[in-house]
């Protein structure tokens, strides 16, 4: 442990630096006293997040042999390495196989406090993982879930104690800055007649429900002839994604953004925001979204109901039934008054519960718990 007037030092370990989970956890150690924290990232893959490091952040070199399981090995290795020559006072973890490392750095004696986070429902877990995370459920200090309904998944699925578990939903910053309508609307081919329904994903997640997003585009075309679709992402789905529209003939109807570090100009060209997913854990979309004004139809998984307020700050949808995610977009399109009432209220409770600064300050407290414990 550090000495009573050194700042702690804590390292993140991560298979990658992008999308929701990089730019949450960055925009997240932006926030953390530097006299206090001594934070540091080690990371697998390139940063791709849209947030500004302001920390070190150390990428592994790639394993001489990738194949299962001698780059495992080697990254156990490196890691191994990583703690005996930097001595963190706690390590927190992310994403599976670091996750299982960590664990197992842990129970050897290599790290004093271990903490975890579980961003999701574990969609793509199967039974191996499930397998080695129960073996080893009694090496993590506390597991941070970013929702109640991701508690409750992995507290079902990894068999960890409830008082192994804490709560503490994501948070964000507030926009960089915020665009005018117009110029965002011209900058992606738009017009000021245009009713524009948006959908920031992950192509390569199955999970996102980017096929239901384009399927839905027709019917809701056909009661609303001035609807026009964004899609902002990309991903190795991409070509099925861009072939399913062509297949609809909608491609005068759907722009496909790309990747945008500039996301607040696609916000700022939408009318509504919507997400199609199959599971969540507490998306980063959604809460971009509320706090760019916009209402929202989202499906009724994970941690959305534990976000939007129904009638109040959007709609919620079943996952299951296409036809009322329609009906729904569909009255929302019909009724500005709505969406702008929706709107407004989805940004104030963006203010009241999830800035970052409320998240950054619940995690110190955890580390400055689980640390005077471990003293």
Request: aromatic fraction near 6%.
């Amino acid at each position: 442990m550090n000495a009573p007037n050194e700042p702690n030092r804590l390292l993140y370990l991560a298979a990658d630096l992008g999308g929701g989970t990089g730019n949450h956890l960055l925009s997240m150690l932006s926030r953390l006293d530097a006299e206090r924290w001594q934070a540091e990232i080690l990371t697998e893959g390139p940063v791709k997040a849209r947030v500004e490091p302001t920390v070190r952040i150390d990428i592994l070199p790639p394993p001489l042999i990738p194949r299962y399981p001698l780059a495992q090995i080697a990254r156990f290795r490196a890691l191994a390495r990583v703690c005996r020559t930097r001595r963190p006072d706690l390590v927190h973890a992310y994403f599976f196989w670091t996750i299982l490392y960590a664990r197992l750095l842990k129970l050897a004696g290599r790290i004093p406090v271990l903490v975890e986070n579980r961003e999701d429902q574990g969609f793509n877990w199967g039974r191996h993982e499930y397998a080695w995370l129960r073996l080893t459920r009694n090496a993590p200090d506390r597991v941070v879930c970013v929702s109640d309904a991701v508690r409750r998944t992995v507290h079902e699925r990894e068999r960890l104690p409830e008082k192994c578990l804490t709560v503490i939903r994501n948070g964000l910053a507030p926009p960089r800055r915020r665009h005018g309508q117009e110029a965002a609307r011209a900058e992606l081919g738009l017009t000021a007649e245009d009713l524009v329904v948006g959908m920031v994903a992950n192509f390569d997640r199955a999970a996102k429900g980017v096929d239901r997003f384009v399927e839905a585009i027709p019917p809701i075309v056909e009661a609303v002839p001035t609807a026009r679709f964004v899609l902002v992402g990309r991903g190795r789905n991409e070509p099925e994604v861009r072939e399913l529209a062509r297949r609809l003939d909608i491609g005068d109807r759907l722009v496909f953004a790309g990747f945008r570090p500039d996301v607040e100009v696609a916000y700022a060209a939408m009318d509504l925001s919507v997400l199609t997913s199959r599971t969540e854990g507490l998306s980063i979309t959604l809460l971009e979204s509320m706090d760019h004004g916009l209402p929202v139809v989202v499906t009724d998984v994970g941690g959305n109901p534990e976000v939007v307020v129904p009638g109040e700050t959007g709609l919620l949808v079943s996952p299951d039934d296409p036809g009322a995610f329609v009906r729904a977009v569909v009255a929302l399109l019909q009724s500005p008054e709505t969406r702008r009432r929706m709107g407004e209220s989805g940004r104030r409770r963006i203010e009241a519960e999830f800035r970052i600064g409320r998240t950054a300050d619940r995690y110190a407290a955890l580390y400055d718990e689980l640390l005077s414990a471990a003293r």
